[in-house]
């Protein structure tokens, strides 16, 4: 089941916070973070899993509440390179290790 | 390291006619993912290889669509034949054995079938 995100879209301008939502309605094992730029592949961002354990981008920052099968990824004092999709992966225990299932995307745009 | 490599970048062909897309993913990693992008139905698994042995085919649309993975070093993507609405970017991306590790993304195929 594809997780969902929100909000859909959001317009900041430079300088300003944002906060992107990932929820699914089966327990999760791990969350992946990917943003993607127009006209570009998906890019690596971060990996959360299970029990606390984090792998990622330095200036980014998300959290994985395990009980409420969410993730937030936190965006701050952003920069107009921070423009882009952003997408959540979740995998399941079911099928840990194999794949997971990327969310619809969340659309940002910084603004000068 | 090249990272993962696809070809063609982009394809432009005519209902019906066989399609084949290419990838090469990075040297060591054992998982290959294809998926599909389109606007309406977004990033999309198609299928899922790992250590060359296909173990979710599940997105794969319908018959017109197969994937093979003959070695570690190379798998193709065919749709044959090919509709309108296939049109979409393509991608490959390949991964290190556990989901610990990021999947890295090919520069995609973008194909338009008229």
């Known amino acids: 089941q594809q997780p969902v995100q929100s909000p859909q879209a959001v317009i900041l301008r430079e300088g300003e916070d944002a906060v992107i939502n990932c929820s699914s309605s089966?327990?999760?094992?791990?969350v992946h973070w990917y943003r993607q730029k127009h006209g570009e592949a998906p890019v690596f961002l971060m990996i959360l899993l299970k029990g606390g354990e984090q792998k990622g981008h330095e200036k980014i920052s998300a959290s994985f509440n395990e009980k409420k099968q969410q993730s937030s990824l936190y965006l701050t004092a952003s920069q107009l390179s921070y423009s882009g999709t952003y997408f959540c992966g979740t995998e399941a225990p079911d099928n840990y290790g194999q794949n997971f299932v990327f969310g619809p995307g969340t659309r940002l745009s910084v603004l000068p | 390291d090249a990272g993962v490599i696809q070809s063609p970048r982009h394809e432009v062909t005519e209902m019906g006619q066989e399609v084949t897309l290419r990838c090469k993913p990075i040297?060591?990693?054992?998982?290959l993912f294809w998926y599909r992008q389109t606007m309406m139905r977004g990033l999309e698994l198609l299928i899922y290889f790992n250590n060359n042995v296909p173990i979710d085919d599940s997105g794969m649309p319908e018959d017109r669509f197969s994937a093979k993975m003959p070695n570690a070093s190379f798998s193709t993507l065919k749709i044959q034949p090919s509709e309108p609405r296939d049109s979409a970017v393509y991608f490959c991306?390949?991964?290190?054995?556990?989901?610990?590790?990021?999947?890295?993304f090919g520069p995609g195929t973008r194909l338009t079938v008229t």
């Open positions: 991306a390949s991964r290190e054995d556990t989901s610990y590790y990021e999947q890295y």
């Open positions: 089966k327990a999760l094992y791990s």
């Open positions: 040297s060591g990693h054992n998982s």
